[in-house]
């Protein structure tokens, strides 16, 4: 996807701080975080929101959710991390390729706002 910034991340035509590379994915710190530890697990291939995938990217998800928790251990995360994956405008999601959001080293409140 041409005018995609995570596509473009993922190319390295925008740089980040990666954390975490695989054939699958990648995961980078988020520019604007909302927690000591928030790390952004976005898949290589473009599928614009959770919403949009399909039965065909059952075991993609899965790996995106084995590379959060494996990152949640590796980053000391032990006390608790969130996951979330925020779907569409209404719910928070500003960025057009799915990402899940790994937030931990707070207390997290429940529920979110
Ligand atoms: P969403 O709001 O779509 O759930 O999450 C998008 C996330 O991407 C936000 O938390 C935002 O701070 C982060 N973000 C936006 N632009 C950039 C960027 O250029 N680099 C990085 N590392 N994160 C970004
Ligand atoms: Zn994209």
């Known amino acids: 996807m041409l005018d995609c910034l995570f596509c473009k991340i993922i190319q390295r035509s925008i740089s980040a701080k990666l954390v975490f590379e695989d054939n699958d994915a990648v995961a980078f710190e988020d520019i604007n975080p909302q927690a000591p530890t928030h790390v952004l697990v976005v898949p290589k291939k473009h599928v614009s929101s959770l919403a949009e995938t399909t039965d065909a990217d059952v075991v ?8 959060a928790a494996a990152l949640a251990a590796k980053l000391g995360l032990s ?7 925020n ?4 719910a928070g999601q500003t960025v057009e390729h799915l990402h899940y959001h790994l937030l931990g080293g707070r207390e997290m409140k429940w529920p979110p706002g």
């Open 79 to 85: 006390s608790g991390f969130r996951v979330v994956a």
């Open 60 to 67: 993609l998800l899965g790996r995106l959710q084995r590379t």
């Open 87 to 90: 779907n569409g405008r209404g």
